[in-house]
């Protein structure tokens, strides 16, 4: 797996469907690693252009 945020391979991560296309069949899954998530470092999916912290 690879961080959507800092894109580095993990091993400890949480992963997600994007809050925005999460609702449409095929949602990308966000995978965030846990110092991105501490650091608050934002995120683009893909997918759709949504960003979040």
Excluded: H, Q, W
Aim: glycine share 8%; hydrophobic share 25%; proline share 6%.
């Amino acid at each position: 797996m690879r961080c959507t945020s800092c894109g580095k391979e993990v091993t400890k991560y949480v992963e997600f469907k994007c809050p925005n296309c999460e609702e449409s069949e095929g949602a990308y899954k966000i995978v965030r690693c846990d110092a991105c998530r501490v650091l608050g470092r934002k995120y683009v999916c893909p997918k759709c252009g949504f960003t979040a912290p």
